[in-house]
Nanobody, 114 residues
C-alpha cells in the first residue's frame, strides 16, 4: 500500500504564498497520476489540481493562475505552489495518488487570514 505524507501547510496572510509537498512511498510513482484535493469545514472534498504521468495538468477554476502542481519522479514527490492566497483557500489539503490502487495522505491544514 502506498503511503503519502503531506507537509508545508500553515497560516499565511491573504496575498501570500505556500508550497505544499507530498512524499510517496509508491514504487511505480513515475507512472501514477497525482492530485491535490481540499476540504473546507462543513464542505465536501474538492479537486484542486491533477498532474498526469506525462506532466499534463488540470486545475479547478477557483485556483487557475494562482496554483501550480508539479512532480519530481526521482524524489517521488508532488508539490503544490500556492500564490495569491485568499481566505476562501482555507482548507485541509490532501495529496492523492492513483496507481497502484488509490491512496490518500493524512492532510495538511492551510489557513489564510484576511
Amino acid at each position: 500500500q502506498v503511503q503519502l505524507v503531506e507537509s508545508g501547510g500553515g497560516l499565511v496572510q491573504a496575498g501570500g504564498s505556500l508550497r505544499l509537498s507530498c512524499a510517496s512511498s509508491g514504487a511505480i510513482f513515475a507512472r501514477s497520476i497525482l492530485g491535490w484535493f481540499r476540504q473546507a469545514p462543513g464542505k465536501q472534498r474538492d479537486l484542486v489540481a491533477i498532474i498526469t504521468s506525462t506532466g499534463g495538468t488540470t486545475y479547478a477554476e477557483a485556483v487557475k493562475g494562482r496554483f501550480t502542481i508539479s512532480r519530481d519522479n526521482a524524489k517521488r514527490m508532488v508539490y503544490l505552489q500556492m500564490n495569491s492566497l485568499k481566505p476562501e483557500d482555507r482548507a485541509v489539503y490532501y495529496c492523492r495518488q492513483w496507481g497502484p490502487g488509490d491512496s490518500w495522505g493524512q492532510g495538511t491544514q492551510v489557513t489564510v487570514s484576511s
